[in-house]
């Protein structure tokens, strides 16, 4: 039992999943936050939808890549390239909890349940093939990524109240969940391109194509420090559009000039070092802005 949930941990890639979780549920309590009241009941449901979607979605994503996972160290010791779960029990799992997960967000909204199974298609069926042939997975693979906010956000409404904010105040079903989404979109570009930097070598046994030359070049390095100056006014969104405070603003741009700071040393060195400080940096900061917008927040 127990290496069977060793297993599965690995199979739904559960700090990936924690991470994508938290993400939504830190959007949820926003959406309700702007509502003035939080019904706790349906912030359990969404997480354990997210969790059960996300999950769908990373084992699909690792079904497909089984054979490429055998050729990475940091990959080979998951259940399917491992040899002790074979890709028809992963299947049957990614089903159940694919399935489970849209029709418990369903419950919450059709918005949030249609968004999750446009999630999975994106990310298992798009972005996973991509990653072999082009550097614009990245870009394809960002747009799944930054979904977990905006499904989050709008799990909080009801339909009624959907339709309610369409006529009366259409800024908080557009703008705060739009903001939501660009800011994690964005942050995705440094993020996955430190990885991508500092885990090249491992990459390349699997063809896997994410820096934008496909190689740990100027270039290459010119666009990580490019998308983590990007960071500086996609952080005073919030703040411009009015339900951000100056708290989540100060600690977001003061955050955004760190991560420009360390890719402008990838820039000028190129160097690991570099690259683990743009990654770790990313590491902290979604969830760190996340949770202080959540605090900082001001009802529009």
Not at 116 to 128: D, G, N
Not at 200 to 227: H, I, N
Not at 273 to 280: L, Q
């Amino acid at each position: 039992m127990m290496l069977f949930i060793a297993d599965f941990k690995k199979l739904v890639k559960i700090r990936l999943t924690m991470t994508v979780v938290f993400s939504a549920s830190i959007a949820f309590l926003i959406g309700a936050k702007q509502q003035g009241d939080i019904n706790w009941l349906h912030w359990v449901i969404l997480t354990v939808g997210g969790f059960l979607v996300t999950g769908s979605a990373n084992g699909f994503n690792e079904i497909i890549e089984r054979d490429l996972d055998k050729l990475m160290k940091r990959t080979a010791d998951r259940p399917i390239p491992a040899g002790r779960m074979t890709t028809g029990q992963a299947l049957v799992l990614s089903l159940l909890m694919g399935i489970a997960g849209t029709y418990t967000l369903v419950t919450l909204n059709f918005i949030a349940g249609l968004l999750s199974v446009f999630s999975i298609l994106l990310y298992a069926f798009i972005y996973t093939p991509l990653k072999r042939k082009s550097p614009i997975a990245v870009f394809v693979g960002a747009f799944p990524g930054a979904l977990p906010p905006l499904i989050g956000y709008y799990a909080a409404f009801s339909q009624n109240d959907l339709a309610l904010y369409s006529q009366q105040n259409a800024a908080v079903i557009v703008i705060i969940p739009l903001v939501l989404f660009i800011i994690q979109f964005v942050w995705q570009f440094p993020h996955f391109w430190g990885i991508a930097w500092v885990l090249d070598e491992d990459y390349k046994r699997a063809g896997f194509r994410l820096l934008p030359t496909m190689k740990r070049d100027k270039v290459s390095a010119f666009m990580v420090f490019l998308s983590t100056l990007l960071m500086i006014p996609v952080s005073l969104l919030p703040y411009y559009f009015g339900f951000g405070g100056i708290v989540v603003s100060l600690v977001s741009v003061a955050g955004a000039l760190l991560f420009s700071w360390y890719g402008l040393k990838l820039f000028l060195k190129c160097d690991l070092a570099a690259a683990r400080k743009v990654m770790f940096t990313s590491f902290f900061y979604l969830p760190l802005i996340q949770l202080i917008l959540l605090f900082d927040f001001n009802a529009l």
